[in-house]
Nanobody, 125 residues
Framework: VQLQASGGGLVETGGSLRLSCVAS????????VAWFRQAPGKEREFVAA????????YYADSVKGRFTISRDNAKNTAYLQMNSLKPEDTAVYLC???????????????????WGQGTLVTVSS
């Protein structure tokens, strides 16, 4: 599986961006799809995920109510709509997929087998 993340950029506080993660090499419609982020000097942190094919979304508390994760199975693509962006959202955003992850491990980056290259989001104050 190859994952291609895109959509990052520079935005002002309060602005919006939509990230995309296109999968190739295998259909990921039944996989858990997640977004993580990593700011300079910080550990990678969970942002959001859709667990397998059930469709239910999970979010980190820091982004709940502002970010929305979704997937388009026909396009083998996942999205992260980010609204009301804050300077503390500045990071490289990475998408990940895994077919065998269990619900209790969704937020753990080391549980994911496949990763995209990341896309940089910079929110200016």
């Amino acid at each position: 599986v190859q994952l291609q993340a895109s959509g990052g950029g520079l935005v002002e506080t309060g602005g919006s961006l939509r990230l995309s993660c296109v999968a190739s090499g295998r259909t990921v419609s039944r996989d858990t799809v997640a977004w993580f982020r990593q700011a300079p000097g910080k550990e990678r942190e969970f942002v959001a995920a859709i667990f397998r094919s059930y469709g239910r979304a999970y979010y980190a508390d820091s982004v709940k109510g502002r970010f929305t994760i979704s997937r388009d199975n026909a396009k083998n693509t996942a999205y992260l709509q980010m609204n009301s962006l804050k300077p503390e959202d500045t990071a490289v955003y990475l998408c990940a997929v895994d077919s065998a992850i269990i619900m209790s491990s969704m937020t753990l980056s080391h549980q994911y087998d496949y990763w995209g290259q990341g896309t940089l989001v910079t929110v200016s104050s």
